[in-house]
């Protein structure tokens, strides 16, 4: 799974370990309704 979501990341020009850092961090308190947002390639670190 962790391969799935690096490979993602890359292939949507987003920098892995940036993206999941924040992702990681930011779960915690996310409206479940607006998870999407953190998807790579409608992230916006």
Do not use: C, F
Not at 14 to 32: E, N, S
């Amino acid at each position: 799974m962790a391969y799935t979501l690096i490979e993602t990341a890359k292939l949507n020009a987003v920098d892995p370990h940036a993206w999941l850092a924040d992702t990681l961090a930011r779960i915690p308190d996310y409206k479940i309704t607006k998870v999407d947002d953190l998807l790579p390639w409608r992230w916006n670190g």
